[in-house]
């Protein structure tokens, strides 16, 4: 199990996370609900190590073993799609490899032919889809996404939403995301966390 326990946050005076509490199988997708600005994002900073707790545990893996899809696409702008995924990707893995697993994924998020575009050429939703890409291409044990899918047509957030957590339940990825969106969280997670003022 990956655990958090009695996890507290503040920033100055103002408390953020309050004696949080979680345990979740490895393999499972977990939805974390709740209104703007309640710590959702912190608590996934906590869980990955890019922020320090005040005071709790816990026992998700380190660098190396996880992967993250922030709010802000993050994509390097001097780069093209096709380079952005390739450095994330581990040298001791063979150049056909690489290319086809570029490929798979450039065509899961339907954006094949779009590989040697830059990040400035793509629109928000486009560049939201590289970033998915880039979590995915890795073998990370846990991934963490954050609105992940924001940017997205109805339609085509579904259709993407599908495919990621089907890629991740194929390869037993774990997967702590955040969302506003309840219905996507309902057909996507094994559990949804509604994560508010209590914590
Ligand atoms: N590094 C920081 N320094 C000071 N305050 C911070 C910092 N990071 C977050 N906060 C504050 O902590 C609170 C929780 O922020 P967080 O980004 O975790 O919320 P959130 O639930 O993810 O919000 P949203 O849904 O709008 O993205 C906010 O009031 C925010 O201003």
Redesign the pocket.
Known sequence: MYEMRKISKA??D?R?IRDFDIAITPGSHQALL??????????L?IASGL?KADSGMHTFPGKGSISWVF?ESRLLPWLNVRENLEYILPQTLGRADRTGLIDSLLEMMDLSGHGSHFPRELSGGMARRIALARALAPEAEVIFL??PFTGLNPELRWKIAEKTFDYCRKRSKTVLW?T?DEGLAADFSDDIHH?GLRH
């Open positions: 920033f100055g103002k953020v709740g209104p703007s600005g309640c710590g959702k994002t912190t608590l900073k922020t709010q954050d609105e955040v506003h994560f």
